[in-house]
């Protein structure tokens, strides 16, 4: 690709959340990002590399280059990254499921780019928090997401007992999630810790053909307790 003098853009191309048909749940404006960018950054090369042929099977895996952010990279060498932008190069920013930049390591990819002056572009596609805030029926005007709750026992069940009372005061919708094989655990606390009438959304594998998607009182949940076992899921709360 030649270089340019003005800087290329950054893109912030959304990925699957499972096994699904790319174009059930991407626009294909996704297709052709992908066929702009050689250069991405990602938290996981493999996966990357799977989900960009997955997208589009023409593209010449060879030409790609990837720039890995994840534990073990050391975000002092981030700014670097961006460098094939400076040179006119289009980079894409994927993440490992769903939206880069919400519940991701993205966001500090984005900050350097301002601070750079390139442009940041991003695309539609499928979000796991929004599409369950959509779904949930409850006050889509005035939500939080909270990210992963508290890993001490102790600490959570106060936490929950927090949401549930800001739910209850302010009117809004608290949103968090889990690590799928302690969501059984985070829904056994939210029974135990939750009064009867509040709502709880659960979302489970958003955008699947597994996808399931409820909103109950907490009394009700107690009798219809759903498969939630390693599964990834985003729960909700609204107290009003």
Known sequence: MEHSDSPGKLYLIPSLMGEVEPLEVLPLAVKKVLDLCDHYIVENEKTARAFIKRVFPAKNQSDLVFYVTNKFSDPLDYPSYLEPCLKGEHMGVISEAGAPGIADPGAEIVNIAYSKHIRVVPLVGPSSIF????????????????GYLELDSAERKKKIRHLESLSRKTGQSQIFMETPYRNDKLFDDLMNN????????????????????????IQEWKKNKPDLEKKPSIFIIDAR
């Open 194 to 217: 939750c009064q009867p009438q509040t709502r709880l959304c659960i979302a489970r594998e958003v955008s699947l053909a597994s996808e399931f998607i409820k909103s109950m009182a």
């Open 131 to 146: 599409m369950a805030m959509m779904a949930s029926g409850m006050n889509g005007q005035n939500f939080a997401f909270v």
